[in-house]
């Protein structure tokens, strides 16, 4: 019995076990997208919450501010009516800033979904 391996067996045994390398490390690439896409989700979800406390507390200092307005306005104290006014302003643009931030946030937070449900059922199927 001859117990030479030929060299055709030799490579269809080399490209085999390439080919098993290249499966885990793919593998184990996409394992790693899909914890780098759950730790983007979790940093998007903490944002969106973040501002959305904002533009809930910008929401009450406007009404504290339209009612200083108010109270200034009925006492007829232009100093206060001026003052009132600007921190209204003020708050409105904050709310303003806030509500951008948080349409950007919810608009990555719904891209890193996408990402999460791509690379989860890519590796499914690979």
């Known amino acids: 019995m001859n117990r030479q391996v030929s060299g055709w067996t030799r490579g269809v045994a ?3 076990g390439i080919f098993a ?4 490390w793919a593998t184990a690439a ?4 899909v914890r780098s896409d759950l730790r983007d989700l979790r940093e998007d979800l903490r944002e969106v919450r973040q501002d959305t406390r904002e533009v809930r507390q910008d ?4 009404y504290r501010d339209r009612q200083a ?8 104290n232009r100093g206060a009516v001026t003052r009132a006014r600007r921190d209204l302003r003020a708050d409105l643009r904050e709310m303003c800033r806030a509500v951008h931030e948080r349409h950007k946030d919810v608009r ?8 999460l449900n791509r690379d989860g059922q890519a590796r499914q199927t690979g």
Do not use: P, T, Y
């Not at 390398?21 to 885990?24: G, R, V």
């Not at 996409?30 to 997208?33: D, L």
């Not at 990555?108 to 990402?115: C, G, I, K, Q």
């Open 14 to 16: 080399v490209a085999a």
């Open 21 to 24: 390398i290249m499966a885990l």
């Open 30 to 33: 996409r394992a790693q997208e």
């Open 59 to 62: 929401g009450r200092d406007m």
């Open 69 to 76: 307005l108010r109270n200034a306005v009925a006492s007829g």
């Open 108 to 115: 990555d937070l719904r891209h890193d979904r996408r990402e």
